[in-house]
C-alpha cells in the first residue's frame, strides 16, 4: 500500500493508526484487518448493512466509462483537481466505484496518492487496481471514515453519498471538495423507458446547506453534452446508477430493445467546488 495512503487510514474501532504487517493492517490495540488477494482491506467496525453495487453494475460503469460516455464530467473534475491549490494530503474518492475518476485526477496530480472509500466489494477490487499510485478499502461512509483528521487534501464525491461531519473531519483546512450533482434533466431521454429515479430540482443548490459551516462554496458549473449511445449502452447507463438496484437485468433488456439502434441522450451534472475553512472547536467525530 502506498506509504501516503497508508499514514491516512486508521482503526475504525479505536481511531488509531494502521501499520502494514505482510498481508494484513493492524493498529497498536491489536485490531487487524486482511488484505484481500485483489489488494484492498475492508475497515469497518460492525456489519455491514447493506452491500453496494454488485458486480454487473460495477461491469456497467465500466464499459459507461470505456466509451466515454461521461467524458464531460470526467473532463471537469480533472481540470478543478489539477487547478485546486492544495495543502499537504491525499486525494480520496468517497464512492469510488471502480476508482475511474480517481485515476485521471491521480493522472493530473502526480504529486498525490489516492484512496478509493466504496461499501461495495466488487468495487473495491476494481479501485484496487485503478492507479499505481492508488489503495482500495471497503468501509461504510455512514459509519464513520477510518481515515485521519485532516489527512485528505482533495475529496471527490461523484454522485455519492455526503456525510457532512466526516467530510468536514478528514479534509484538510484549505483543502477541496470536489462534488458532482445530477442536473433533473440528466439522462432524460432514458427516464422514461427505463422507469428511471427522478432528480430533485435543488439537489446543487442546497449543497452548502447539507455541508454545514466546515464548507466554502467557491464555484458552481453546470457540466453539459449530448452523446450518442447504442441501446445496449442506454442499458449500461441506466442500469448503473441507484435506479439499477431496482430494475433487474430482464427489465433492462426488454426496455433497451424498444429504443432505436442508437439515439442522444443528455449528459447534465453540476460541479460544486468547495474548500475546507477552520471551524471553532473542529468536527469531531468517531475516528480520529
Known amino acids: ?156 464525491d461523484v454522485f455519492a453519498p455526503r456525510p457532512a461531519e466526516e467530510l468536514a473531519r478528514v479534509v484538510a483546512p484549505g483543502g477541496t471538495l470536489l462534488v458532482v450533482t445530477p442536473l433533473p434533466d440528466h439522462l432524460a431521454e432514458l427516464r422514461g423507458p427505463f422507469d428511471l429515479l427522478d432528480v430533485a430540482e435543488d439537489k446543487a443548490a442546497s449543497l452548502p446547506d447539507r455541508l454545514g459551516p466546515a464548507f466554502t462554496e467557491v464555484a458552481r458549473d453546470r457540466v453539459e453534452d449530448v452523446v450518442e449511445v447504442r441501446a445496449s449502452q442506454a442499458a449500461d447507463l441506466a442500469g448503473m446508477g441507484p435506479s439499477g438496484h431496482h430494475l433487474d437485468v430482464g427489465a433492462l433488456e426488454a426496455a433497451a430493445r424498444e429504443l432505436p439502434a442508437a439515439s442522444e441522450v443528455r449528459v447534465a451534472v453540476t460541479l460544486s467546488r468547495f474548500v475546507r475553512r477552520e471551524v471553532r472547536g473542529g468536527a469531531g467525530s468517531l475516528t480520529r
Open 1 to 156: 500500500m502506498h506509504p501516503a495512503v497508508l499514514a491516512a487510514l486508521v482503526c475504525p474501532h479505536d481511531g488509531q493508526g494502521l501499520q502494514q504487517d505482510a498481508r494484513s493492517l493492524a493498529c497498536a490495540a491489536g485490531h487487524r484487518f486482511d488484505l484481500a488477494r485483489q489488494g484492498y482491506a475492508t475497515l469497518i467496525r460492525r456489519p455491514l448493512a447493506h452491500s453496494g453495487d454488485p458486480a454487473p453494475m460495477i461491469e456497467r460503469r465500466l464499459r459507461v466509462h470505456g466509451a466515454d460516455l461521461l467524458g464531460a464530467v470526467h473532463t471537469a473534475v480533472v481540470a478543478a483537481a489539477r487547478a485546486a491549490a492544495l495543502p499537504p494530503g491525499i486525494v480520496c474518492d468517497l464512492g469510488a466505484g471502480p476508482g475511474t475518476y480517481l485515476a485521471a485526477v491521480l493522472d493530473a496530480r502526480e504529486d498525490r496518492a489516492g484512496l478509493a472509500i466504496d461499501v461495495s466489494k466488487a468495487a473495491a477490487r476494481r479501485a484496487a487496481r485503478c492507479h499505481q499510485r492508488a489503495a482500495s478499502i471497503v468501509a461504510d461512509v455512514w459509519d464513520g471514515l477510518p481515515v485521519a483528521t485532516g489527512s485528505v487534501a482533495l475529496l471527490l
